[in-house]
């Protein structure tokens, strides 16, 4: 009787330890994948906002495919929607005079 209480005690030990274990790699896995997608993503947005600053400073479109890895085609396509933007200018504040 005692080696049985002992043998279910093993066991559901065993499944205890094989549920932990399971979950615990399925979100490992989840949260590996989520996050390869965000920083893939937040990586490309970094490049073409690169891409556009050199673009609008008139930097040639081959340094910009070098320097930032992105193909003509994507320099581009990033060109014509820069075209569309708004220019946005930079508002300046007044100096202010020192205090006497």
Same mark, same amino acid.
């Given at each position: 009787? !005692?080696?049985?209480?002992?043998?279910?005690?093993?066991?559901? &030990?065993g499944e205890a330890k094989g549920i932990s274990n399971?979950?615990?790699? $399925?979100?490992?896995?989840? &949260?590996? =994948? $989520? *996050? @390869? =997608? $965000?920083?893939?993503?937040?990586?490309?947005?970094? %490049?073409?906002? /690169?891409?556009?600053?050199?673009? %609008?400073?008139?930097? #040639?479109?081959?340094? /910009?495919? &070098?320097? @930032? $890895?992105? @193909? *003509?085609?994507?320099?581009? =396509?990033?060109? =014509?929607?820069?075209? !569309?933007? #708004?220019?946005? %200018?930079?508002? @300046? %504040?007044?100096?202010?005079? #020192?205090?006497?």
């Amino acid at each position: 009787m !005692k080696e049985s209480v002992i043998y279910q005690e093993i066991l559901l &030990e065993g499944e205890a330890k094989g549920i932990s274990n399971g979950i615990a790699e $399925g979100i490992a896995k989840g &949260e590996a =994948k $989520g *996050l @390869t =997608k $965000g920083l893939t993503k937040g990586k490309a947005e970094e %490049r073409n906002q /690169i891409a556009l600053k050199m673009l %609008r400073s008139n930097v #040639p479109v081959e340094s /910009i495919a &070098e320097f @930032t $890895g992105l @193909t *003509l085609k994507q320099i581009e =396509k990033l060109q =014509k929607t820069a075209l !569309k933007l #708004p220019r946005v %200018r930079k508002i @300046t %504040r007044p100096s202010r005079s #020192p205090k006497q």
